[in-house]
């Protein structure tokens, strides 16, 4: 009943709110659903192994209460409305994530779901909203049960009929929303800095070194690049304003900080070394298959996921002549 009150279709009447505070009825059923047993839903990348142990239960139930209702599984598992609402409403929430990492873990179906939506708001969301989204991706990506590699894939390289990858956000943002562009290379430098099973897959797969290569490049560029005019409130020659934080400034164009060129030297120090030509040394290739489990339809049939407007890009200006 509270996942349907959540989603505005309980047996009360419907929420008067545009903007109900919702906060504390997740957590209730984070909670109630991390007390619940989902060992069924859960499946081993390999064959005739059993899924490994889900060390995301609540911490206070030292085994799970109960079986979790048939009813609450298909609202969570059987269609995307509610994590979907979840990510939308409640991404700063502890409870969220517990209770993301609880339902992805070795479910490769669940798993997803949550990439697909994240990667969409990570794609479409303003570039000043986007570190909420970021942060529960890596999240994700830590998450080492046995679909690991298979969930680093598909966020670097995109589901496979469905979403764009990070790497394919990068490149579609590099002109006229830098700042996009940017906080996805910072995220990928959080994700290679601190996941071995994600840095051997950069260092293995030659489609990835190359990408991320450009990547780097890219940014070291903009960040010599002459910067863009100055406020002209500030009239002085010799000197400007600070830079702006990428993550919470409004704004299209990359600010040229000193978090920047710090994320910019930690990118270049995760750059695989420099290997001998194809024909003198074969690729070597993480082994991950094309893709994970069919993703369920992330609306109502007949529907389709509305693009929020997009910001439209600031036309430089022109230093004065």
Same mark, same amino acid.
């Given at each position: 009943?509270?996942?349907?009150?959540?989603?505005?279709?309980?047996? /009360?009447?419907?929420?008067?709110?545009?903007?109900?505070?919702? /906060?504390?009825?997740?957590?209730?059923?984070?909670?109630?659903?991390?007390?619940?047993?989902?060992?069924?839903? %859960?499946? $081993?990348? !390999?064959?005739?192994?059993?899924?490994?142990?889900?060390?995301?239960?609540?911490?206070?139930?030292?085994?799970?209460?109960?079986?979790?209702?048939?009813?609450?599984?298909?609202?969570?598992?059987?269609?995307?409305?509610?994590?979907?609402?979840?990510?939308?409403?409640?991404?700063?929430?502890?409870?969220?994530?517990?209770?993301?990492?609880?339902?992805?873990?070795?479910?490769?179906?669940?798993? $997803?779901?949550?990439?697909?939506?994240?990667?969409?708001?990570?794609?479409?969301?303003?570039?000043?909203?986007?570190?909420?989204?970021?942060?529960?991706?890596?999240?994700?990506?830590?998450?080492?049960?046995?679909?690991?590699?298979?969930?680093?894939?598909?966020?670097?390289? /995109?589901?496979?009929?469905?979403?764009?990858?990070?790497?394919?956000?990068?490149?579609?943002?590099?002109?006229?929303?830098?700042?996009? *562009?940017?906080?996805?290379?910072?995220?990928?430098? $959080?994700?290679?800095?601190?996941?071995?099973?994600?840095?051997?897959?950069?260092?293995?797969?030659?489609?990835?070194?190359?990408?991320?290569?450009?990547?780097?490049?890219?940014?070291?560029?903009?960040?010599?690049?002459?910067?863009?005019?100055?406020?002209? !409130?500030?009239?002085?020659?010799?000197?400007?304003?600070? *830079?702006?934080?990428?993550?919470?400034?409004?704004?299209?164009?990359?600010?040229?900080?000193?978090?920047?060129?710090?994320?910019?030297?930690?990118?270049?120090?995760?750059?695989?070394?420099?290997?001998?030509?194809?024909?003198?040394?074969?690729?070597?290739?993480?082994?991950?298959?094309?893709?994970? *489990?069919?993703?369920?339809?992330?609306?109502?049939?007949? !529907?389709?996921?509305?693009?929020?407007? %997009?910001?439209?890009?600031? %036309?430089?200006?022109?230093?004065?002549?």
């Amino acid at each position: 009943m509270f996942m349907l009150v959540a989603l505005d279709e309980g047996p /009360g009447p419907a929420i008067k709110y545009q903007y109900a505070e919702l /906060g504390r009825l997740y957590q209730v059923v984070s909670q109630l659903i991390r007390s619940c047993d989902v060992s069924h839903k %859960q499946q $081993s990348s !390999q064959q005739n192994t059993s899924p490994l142990p889900n060390p995301h239960g609540d911490a206070s139930c030292t085994e799970p209460l109960m079986p979790i209702q048939p009813k609450v599984a298909e609202i969570l598992y059987g269609r995307a409305t509610y994590v979907k609402k979840i990510i939308e409403d409640a991404n700063t929430s502890e409870d969220t994530v517990k209770l993301l990492k609880f339902c992805c873990w070795e479910n490769p179906l669940f798993s $997803s779901t949550v990439l697909s939506e994240l990667l969409w708001q990570i794609a479409y969301s303003y570039t000043y909203e986007l570190r909420p989204y970021l942060d529960l991706l890596l999240h994700m990506l830590l998450l080492d049960d046995s679909w690991q590699n298979h969930r680093i894939h598909n966020a670097l390289k /995109g589901i496979p009929d469905d979403r764009e990858g990070l790497f394919d956000t990068i490149q579609r943002s590099k002109n006229h929303y830098q700042k996009r *562009a940017y906080q996805c290379i910072k995220c990928m430098v $959080s994700l290679f800095s601190s996941c071995l099973a994600a840095q051997q897959m950069l260092h293995s797969n030659g489609d990835l070194k190359r990408k991320w290569t450009w990547a780097v490049d890219w940014l070291n560029d903009e960040l010599d690049r002459r910067p863009y005019a100055a406020n002209q !409130q500030y009239g002085f020659n010799n000197w400007s304003p600070p *830079a702006q934080s990428n993550e919470t400034s409004n704004g299209y164009f990359l600010e040229r900080s000193p978090s920047a060129r710090s994320t910019l030297e930690k990118a270049y120090e995760l750059c695989p070394e420099d290997e001998p030509e194809p024909e003198e040394c074969e690729e070597a290739e993480v082994a991950v298959p094309e893709e994970v *489990a069919p993703l369920p339809p992330s609306s109502e049939p007949g !529907q389709q996921q509305q693009q929020p407007q %997009q910001q439209q890009p600031l %036309q430089q200006q022109q230093p004065p002549g």
